[in-house]
């Protein structure tokens, strides 16, 4: 079956921009993760949101970050006024309770 | 206390051999632990996860080596291969991982034919 997907797979961007990063999980996946990686590091968690609950905004690294769902599938990352240490590849993963299932991501560039 | 700390950075084996990589934690209430693969330009796969009642779990040439006491858990490799030359990444999570992992840092191994 499909697995999840993002979109754009890549994102050039000029400091100060807004951007929109898309996730498509699973279908009948109720979790969805928000995941950064920097070149050549491991993942930073972001944001997850389960189900209809309140997500967990808790990785979230400023107010400039934010992020909806919408009618419990799709998933929008946006990221406002954009940094140059914005740059990173932005994952998304879905999970049915345990493993999570990652996305390819998307790879932020900020000029 | 929630960080996941991974070694080695980077390891080099021999087609054949036993590569071994390992994970330590402190936050003993993670009770959720996988293993990553990561190609370059592809997102992480799901490798292998064990939980914290269980010492070892095995999937095909994948193994997870788990130490409660100590808290910390390896990966063993066996029979490796050149297409297993990918980056690893372990992680830890809490509520059989329906909350956010915690990753450590990634080693990057190569097998040489």
């Known amino acids: 079956g499909a697995g999840v997907s993002q979109s754009p797979s890549n994102k050039v961007t000029e400091k100060g921009k807004d951007v929109e990063l898309r996730c498509d999980p699973i279908?009948?996946?109720?979790?969805l993760y928000w995941y950064r990686q920097s070149l050549g590091q491991g993942l930073e968690f972001l944001i997850y949101?389960?189900?209809?609950?309140?997500?967990?905004k808790s990785g979230l690294p400023s107010d400039r970050f934010s992020a909806e769902r919408t009618g419990g599938s799709v998933s929008t990352l946006t990221i406002q006024r954009t940094q140059q240490e914005d740059s990173a590849v932005y994952l998304c993963?879905?999970?049915?309770?345990?493993?999570?299932?990652f996305g390819p991501g998307t790879r932020l560039t900020v000029t | 206390q929630q960080q996941v700390k991974q070694s080695p950075q980077s390891l080099i084996v021999q087609k054949g051999g036993i590569p071994i990589i390992n994970c330590a934690y402190e936050?003993?209430?993670?009770?959720?632990f996988p293993w990553y693969q990561q190609f370059p330009g592809k997102g992480p796969a799901l490798l292998i996860a064990i939980r914290p009642d269980v010492s070892e779990k095995k999937e095909g040439r994948f193994t997870i080596s788990f130490n409660k006491s100590a808290k910390q858990f390896s990966l063993h490799i066996m029979d490796s291969q050149p297409g297993d030359s990918a980056t690893y990444f372990c992680a830890a999570g809490l509520n059989m991982g329906r909350r956010a992992l915690t990753f450590g840092s990634g080693t990057r191994l190569q097998v040489q034919p």
């Open positions: 279908s009948g996946h109720t979790a």
């Open positions: 993963a879905s999970s049915m309770g345990g493993g999570q299932y």
């Open positions: 936050n003993t209430a993670f009770d959720y």
């Open positions: 949101f389960q189900g209809n609950s309140a997500p967990d």
